[in-house]
């Protein structure tokens, strides 16, 4: 009767795939346990080697799995060997990671179908082996920052921290004047209170705060506070790829990879959301690297007068127009201007503004005619249009074109900017003509 293997048999038998199976198993135990962390991307960053092992050998533990299960089939190999045992902890091992390697893989970039292990391996260590840079390269012209809390999370974190900082003092004080014993215990153990709260406050404000976001005309870079920055190339957003999710709450972003931006303050969320919707237009990812400074404008609620019928909207003062959008359209036709595309989402004419005047002045007056016209507004050449330096600008802002009378008043932190642009008007057609007041 021949008796059966032994496991030192099975081990010379299958000439060294023993030995690749142990290997394995222990590089996939590995590659798991940094899968599973909460900083993943970032234990990965920093231990390459990680995927690199399991890419060399997954291709000849498969072959070693393929060839003990044959073997032990026509061999007729009792089900206790410890070969057997160590080729099922192997392929289950190798299961689990793949799926883990699937969700990580969905977490960050939008993924067809299921892919085998390798191939989503390779698609996770090509988004996290090249270190995001925080320095502008040749051509970024301009970043755009945000990434902060809402204006009452702020006060709330802010307000929970202060108010626990000034509550240690006296209770430490209290407690010092008062001699050893069981009620000296007990407010020591109070003051340790608003201790506990500063602390809360500061982890809140770690936990809520969004961290922070850059935007060039190349790249969205977000550095998340607890792990490090990730980028997305805007030139591989593809239509649809801007959208919103949860009632507004995030912002989710396709392309190259995926990001998923919660926390953001509304206003900065759905500016965002508009201008990664303008920068898929090459050009004007490209145009900004020909300025090195924005477009000197200001943008401000107008009136204008034709005939006898006034209409409400926007001013745009530069130095070589005024222009004057509807308040109903302006911001969607200047959008269309520049882009030849119609958004499904209103949009605030400051905001297109905000991006577009990192463009060739040229370019900017060229998008604001199209989107006059579009719109039925106004635009006048700044040598021909008056404008009445009677009324202090704080006060009120008067122009004329002929028939055509605009008024408006500008916000305070656009004053400045309005002096420096009608400055130049005057410098370039000599004196200014001083109009009458209204009744005058």
Not at 25 to 40: M, P, Q, S
Not at 401 to 428: D, F
Request: glycine letters at 6%.
């Amino acid at each position: 009767m021949e008796l059966p293997p032994t496991d030192e048999d099975l081990r010379r038998k299958l000439e060294g795939r023993v030995e690749r199976l142990e290997a394995g198993l222990g590089h996939y135990r590995l590659l798991d346990e940094a899968l599973a962390d909460g900083d993943w991307e970032d234990r990965l960053r920093d231990q390459p080697a990680l995927m690199k092992k399991v890419l060399k050998g997954d291709a000849e533990c498969l072959e070693a799995l393929e060839r003990v299960k044959k073997r032990a089939e026509v061999e007729r190999w009792p089900e206790h060997m410890r070969v057997l045992g160590l080729a099922s902890e192997v392929s289950a091992c190798r299961t689990r990671l793949e799926a883990r390697l699937r969700k990580r893989l969905g977490e960050v970039k939008t993924v067809r179908g299921e892919p085998p292990l390798e191939e989503a391996l390779r698609q996770l260590e090509a988004l996290v082996r090249v270190p995001v840079s925080m320095v502008t390269e040749p051509g970024e012209s301009f970043v755009l920052n945000g990434g902060v809390l809402g204006e009452w999370k702020q006060n709330l974190v802010a307000a929970g921290y202060c108010v626990s900082m000034l509550a240690i003092l006296p209770f430490c004080l209290y407690a010092m004047t008062q001699a050893w014993g069981a009620k000296q215990s007990l407010w020591w153990m109070v003051s340790a209170v608003p201790v506990l709260a500063s602390v809360l406050a500061y982890a809140a404000f770690r936990w809520l705060s969004p961290g922070s976001l850059w935007l060039t005309p190349r790249r969205l870079v977000w550095a998340p506070p607890r792990s490090s920055p990730i980028e997305l190339r805007l030139d591989s957003i593809p239509e649809g790829g801007v959208t919103v999710e949860e009632r507004g709450k995030v912002l989710r972003v396709e392309g190259d990879r995926l990001m998923r931006l919660r926390g953001l303050e509304r206003s900065f969320s759905e500016r965002l959301q508009l201008w990664l919707e303008m920068l898929r237009q090459p050009e004007l990812r490209e145009r900004p690297a020909l300025v090195e400074k924005p477009v000197e404008m200001a943008c401000f609620r107008a009136r204008l007068r034709r005939g006898t019928l006034w209409e409400s909207g926007y001013a745009v003062l530069m130095r070589r127009m005024l222009f004057f959008l509807p308040e109903a359209d302006g911001g969607s036709a200047l959008v269309r201007a520049a882009t030849g595309r119609t958004l499904a989402f209103p949009v605030e004419l400051s905001w297109v503004l905000e991006l577009l005047r990192w463009q060739p002045e040229s370019d900017l007056d060229a998008y604001l005619l199209r989107a006059v016209k579009a719109s039925r507004g106004a635009a006048w050449p700044s040598d021909l249009a008056r404008h009445s330096s009677n009324v202090p600008l704080e006060q009120e802002l008067h122009f004329t074109y002929g028939n055509e009378v605009l008024v408006g008043s500008a916000p305070r932190r656009e004053l400045n900017a309005i002096e420096r642009i009608l400055a130049s008007w005057r410098r370039s057609r000599g004196p200014v003509v001083s109009l009458p007041r209204s009744g005058a």
